[in-house]
């Protein structure tokens, strides 16, 4: 039997989102899926990937640039396919306490793409930020590091029982290699 292609396709700016992505990818990969983890400006196409799991930074409440165009390049060859999505923002512990919803980017990502969900996860913001107002965050004492990677992990290792779990796997758009 052929393993699941999960791939996970993140914009970050300062390296937080592309990290839960990894471990996004490594949790699902211990589960028995073939994962690719791969920046959104990278993933130049879906062809050949069972599943899809997007995730974008989240900077003055607008979600990341590249997740928001990997969306309009591909949404049409997703439509069908399972699909995630998540966001990576909160320099606080509010996204461990409760569900906040998507930011109008992600929001649009979620409808265009069919999504199956969206989650928000805690984000981070240190000393290597880019960019005079990371900056002036980080030496105001309010960077940090909010990710959980217990909770992120524990809703990879769901989304995997859940694509595991689809009757009739089939491959994708096997062989071809056109974007969309």
Sequence with gaps: MVRP???VAFGSKSGGTA??????????AADGLDVVV???DKARSVAGFDAVVL??????????????????????RLRGRPV??????????????????????AAKAVE????????????RLGPDSQGWIAKKMVQNGRGGDFRAPDLVEAWAHGLAAQIKGQAGHSRHDAGSGAAT
């Design 84 to 105: 995630w999505v998540f966001s990576s923002g909160p320099l606080d512990r509010t996204a461990e306490e409760r569900d906040i919803g998507p930011v109008p980017g």
């Design 38 to 40: 791969l920046p959104a």
């Design 112 to 123: 265009r793409l069919a999504a199956r969900g969206h989650i928000t996860f805690g984000g």
């Design 5 to 7: 292609r999960v791939l």
């Design 55 to 76: 995730g974008g930074a989240l900077y003055a409440n607008r979600w990341h640039a590249d997740a928001r165009r990997f969306t309009r390049r591909h949404s049409k």
């Design 19 to 28: 990290g839960i992505a990894q471990w996004i990818g490594a949790a699902m």
